[in-house]
């Protein structure tokens, strides 16, 4: 039963365009939870001692990366097939269409994706009203990955960034900030030097207000592209840590790569490049950053090196697409032993 359904899984990810192919795969992964099914696929037997970063207390070191659950309605189902957090999002104020189709494209030899999807979700009261939905269901650790529309100019950028703090706050375990997708025009501008600081200070007083209103601690963590230029990279840090944001993903979508799609490249062509910019951060930031390692993890190995590189949790995205539950599995073992 469960090689035919991965298999199916599989067939149906080769065979139709690759945007149907997510969604009808996801599609029968709700249906097999519908039916109370899921658990011969879950991976939950793995035992590990509970984690804590911040005040949040994970079962497992091993997420789901932003952008796979764009509207919040597969994440109790991924926390039931033993995934530790699920990122949601990125989520923006209001519904948005995102970029012309095609805009995902497949490189099954090079087991890559470059996508331009452009934050294509249902808005962020739809997405709030799905996690409360499904919330109950979930056993994890919840991330809302928040980013600005497509038509907020980038000088108002910072008014979305809050709206959306104001909007999720109480419902997110973590927010990540996400400024370094390539596929919304000029997102990438707002870590400029010019930009960074002053929406980090817009974010960093929104978040004490938060935490006296609602007496809670949500951590916020950035998105970084892989993209930045070493001196950038520095400021960013230096700029987020100065305004006490919590801790980095590393990393996004890459925009250099040589296929004909426009886009940003994830999956094993990315490897190198996340896992060199992983070593940078380290360097730069403080210990008391939380780390969130995603960026072309295709194997057990490629975890093994991100948690050795001192990174605090591993997200994949790509890896899973291709490979689907095994190679949850086997990051599970590998991050627990
Ligand atoms: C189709 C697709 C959509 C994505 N959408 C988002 C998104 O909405 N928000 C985000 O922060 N990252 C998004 N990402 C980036 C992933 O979260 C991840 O950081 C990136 O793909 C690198 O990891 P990977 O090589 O394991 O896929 C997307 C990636 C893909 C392939």
Not at 43 to 51: G, L, T, V
Not at 153 to 159: C, L, P, R, S, V
Not at 328 to 333: E, P
Request: glycine content about 6%; aromatic content about 8%.
């Amino acid at each position: 039963m469960i090689n035919f359904l991965e298999d199916l899984a599989l067939i149906i990810f080769r065979i139709f365009p690759a945007e149907a192919a997510k969604n009808i795969t996801l599609r029968l992964l709700k249906s097999i939870y519908s039916l109370n099914l899921i658990g011969i696929f879950a991976s939950n037997n793995i035992e590990q001692p509970e984690i804590k970063l911040k005040n949040l207390s994970f079962k497992n070191r091993i997420g789901i990366a932003g952008g796979l659950d764009k509207n919040a309605e597969y994440f109790h189902i991924f926390s039931s097939l033993g995934f530790g957090f699920v990122e949601v999002g990125t989520v923006t104020l209001e519904p948005q269409a995102g970029n012309p189709k095609p805009r995902i494209f497949r490189f099954f030899k090079d087991k890559t994706i470059v996508n331009s999807l452009g934050f294509n979700n249902a808005g962020s009261v739809q997405v709030l009203e799905n996690i409360k939905k499904h919330k109950p269901k979930f056993n994890g650790v919840l991330g809302i990955s928040i980013g600005k529309s497509k038509n907020t100019k980038t000088k108002n950028a910072w008014q979305d960034y809050l709206h959306l703090m104001d909007y999720f706050y109480l419902e997110a375990d973590y927010l990540a900030i996400n400024i370094s997708s390539p596929n919304t025009e000029n997102l990438r501008e707002l870590s400029a030097r010019e930009n960074i600081e002053f929406l980090m200070n817009k974010i960093s007083k929104k978040k004490a207000q938060l935490v006296d209103m609602h007496k809670k601690k949500t951590p916020i963590f950035v998105k970084l592209s892989p993209d930045e230029t070493e001196d950038n990279l520095k400021n960013i840090i230096h700029i987020s840590e100065k305004n006490n944001i919590d801790g980095f993903i590393c990393c996004n979508t890459t925009t250099e790569h040589s296929y004909q799609n426009s886009g940003g490249m994830s999956g094993a062509m990315l490897t190198k490049k996340a896992e060199n910019l992983q070593k940078k951060i380290i360097k730069l930031k403080q210990d008391k950053s939380i780390l969130i390692a995603s960026g072309g993890v295709m194997s057990a190995e490629d975890v093994k090196v991100r948690l050795t590189h001192s990174a605090d949790l591993v997200q994949l995205y790509t890896g899973y697409i291709y490979q689907g539950n095994s190679l949850l599995k086997k990051a599970l073992i590998i991050s627990s032993s």
